[in-house]
């Protein structure tokens, strides 16, 4: 089933639509066809929650709870808001004289949803992985008060290759030429003037504002060399993309 046809179906069945984004890349990982078919849709309910909070700064937390008003910010793993947010959704059910509120879970593979689905309905196990792509169909979770519907990773047919990898919706290992998403990322951390790369890499004390040089001294630290002492520059791609998708470099 295509992407499109994904979307209809949970917006179509769900009462109210969470539309869930990574906290570190909201512009990268939000989908304005989503918010828009949803407010054309009456008497649904959309939700914008940001996930994975725990990896941001207090300072880009603010800058998105003040842009963002009327979203929930939350970490699944580490349990942050998710009861704040369960306890709206079952205040809604009031609102749609329903037993059990109806919501849909929409979003990029590997932005959370299941792990989110697992707080809010711990009853019902969905299967959690850092793999995208883990939910293969839609499928119904059920809690007391709540039903949700979890769905498929969405990735509109338009995006391209370096925000698949970006949002995590790409494994690295499949990604070709994971060079230019690892310098993608180096360059979207240094431009929100996060250090947290640098020092994740122990590489703090390098000056430099050129992010192959700071891609190079991540590969040198590391000891990703190959033969004349040259840069292992796939090795280093792979190791770069894979600790940001699973959310070990903090923004802030």
Request: charged share 30%; proline share 4%.
């Amino acid at each position: 089933m295509g992407y499109w046809p994904i979307v209809l179906n949970v917006l179509r069945n769900s009462d109210v639509v969470l539309l869930l984004v990574d906290a570190r890349m909201p512009e990268l990982s939000q989908n304005s066809e989503i918010v828009s078919k949803v407010e054309s849709m009456k008497e649904k309910r959309l939700i914008v929650v940001f996930n994975k909070c725990d990896l941001i700064s207090k300072t880009e937390l603010k800058k998105l709870e003040k842009e963002y008003p009327n979203a929930y910010f939350v970490s699944s793993t580490k349990k942050k808001n998710v009861e704040k947010l369960k306890r709206h959704l079952v205040n809604l059910s009031e609102n749609f004289d329903r037993f059990s509120l109806r919501v849909g879970l929409v979003g990029y593979p590997n932005v959370g949803k299941s792990s989110l689905i697992n707080l809010l309905a711990p009853t019902a196990k969905a299967k959690v992985s850092s793999v995208s792509g883990t939910t293969k169909k839609t499928q119904w979770v059920r809690d007391k008060k709540l039903r949700i519907m979890d769905s498929p990773g969405i990735i509109p047919f338009g995006d391209s290759k370096t925000k698949l990898g970006m949002t995590a919706s790409k494994d690295p290992h499949k990604i070709k030429n994971p060079e230019n998403i690892a310098i993608k990322i180096i360059n979207y951390l240094r431009t929100k003037e996060s250090k947290a790369l640098l020092n994740f890499y122990s590489v703090g004390n390098l000056k430099s504002e050129d992010d192959y040089e700071i891609f190079e001294a991540i590969a040198r630290k590391k000891g990703y060399l190959i033969k004349g002492g040259e840069v292992d520059e796939h090795r280093t791609a792979i190791q770069i993309i894979d600790d940001w998708q699973k959310g070990k470099i903090k923004l802030g």
